[in-house]
């Protein structure tokens, strides 16, 4: 089984004709609720992967006693996200993303972490049956860095392997104890840079990056490029795949799709460059579809694109 540890949120999205200035009012022409946080959306992702192969998926964390954990709760049940391992939280809301979306498509995302950030490593030992129980641990950056830390620590002892997504950006560089417990981390564009310094605009470049990320302790590296494909390398083992072709109309939550795609095929046991090609087919169709965790994509859809 497949275990995300990380943050559940509640996106509220306004879509208005433009973003309001400091001070001022607009009106939105509607608005839309939807379930969000990196380690919900991946959850959702991989679960709904899962119901086509036979994989269970499950997610830690915490939510408020209030009505959007209520809602988070209800929203992840059809993707068949297991949510036993969700804590309410007294005295913190759920987490929530406050969007507003214009006529652009620019937008402006203000993140309240509430309950998210209430995480502690006390959860952690609390949880750690179901760490050791999972084959693959999803983690992010939306809660407590030593919490994300912890749980990795707990993965590699109990041999779960770990995919660390280090987003959303890190604001200061991550502890090398951290890298160390990631049999692989993935970053896109900016976090590569962030990490390493290296802007990957070439195959060449993200190559440099990969074996720069390797150099500060994670087994391997998936380097993200968006529409420009994907870079990874374990050990000596490295390769690029190729972008697929699809219609993007928003690409809202793709990396987490693609993290999602890139535990289940890992889990499953396909080979490693089978496993970033199966994690590109689902980054790539994600884009096709509007929404966060509602945008992922189902099992025979990406075995349909990439002949998986
Ligand atoms: P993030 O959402 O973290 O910024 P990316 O934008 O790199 O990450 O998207 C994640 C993955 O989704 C990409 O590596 C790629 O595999 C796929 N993807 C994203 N955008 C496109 C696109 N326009 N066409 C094809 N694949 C895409």
């Known amino acids: 089984r497949i275990l995300s540890y990380g943050s559940i949120n509640i996106d509220v999205t306004a879509r208005a004709h433009r973003l ?10 509607g ?15 991989a679960s709904r992967l899962g119901q086509g192969c036979g994989l269970a998926v499950g997610l830690a964390g915490r ?3 209030d009505s959007f954990g209520a809602d988070a709760r209800r929203l992840l049940t059809p993707f068949g996200v297991d949510t036993t391992a969700l804590r309410e939280t007294p005295g913190h809301p759920t987490g929530i993303a406050l969007i507003t979306v214009d006529a652009a498509a620019e937008n402006t995302i203000t993140v309240a972490g509430g ?13 750690a049956s179901l760490i050791r129980a999972a084959s693959t641990l999803l983690l992010q950056l939306e809660i407590p ?18 995919i660390l997504d280090p987003a959303p950006a890190p604001a200061e560089a991550l502890p090398e104890r951290l890298l160390r417990q990631a049999d692989f981390i993935t970053p896109n564009e900016s ?3 962030l990490l390493t310094g290296i802007y ?20 391997g590296a998936v380097v993200k490029m968006g529409a420009r494909g994907v870079f990874y390398r374990r050990g000596e083992e490295e390769g690029f795949v190729a972008p697929f072709r699809v219609e993007a109309i928003d690409s809202v939550a793709a990396g987490d799709c693609f993290n999602a795609g890139l535990a289940v095929a890992l889990t499953l046991g396909l080979g490693l460059s089978d496993c970033v090609r199966f994690a590109a087919g689902c980054g790539a169709l994600a884009t096709t579809r509007r929404g966060a965790a509602s945008a992922a994509p189902f099992w025979n859809d990406v075995a349909g694109l990439t002949g998986l």
């Open 20 to 29: 309001p200035r400091p001070g001022e009012t607009v009106h939105a022409d």
């Open 115 to 127: 309950a998210n950030m209430a995480l502690d490593e006390k959860d952690v030992a609390r949880d």
């Open 191 to 193: 976090e590569t840079r």
């Open 31 to 45: 608005y839309e609720t939807g379930l969000g946080g990196k380690g919900a959306n991946q959850a959702a992702a």
């Open 63 to 65: 939510i408020g006693t």
């Open 145 to 162: 860095l030593a919490v994300t830390l912890a749980a990795a620590e707990a993965a590699r002892e109990a041999g779960t392997s770990v």
């Open 200 to 219: 990957p605009e070439t195959e060449a470049d993200a190559a440099r990056a990969a074996r720069q990320l390797q150099a500060m302790g994670a087994a």
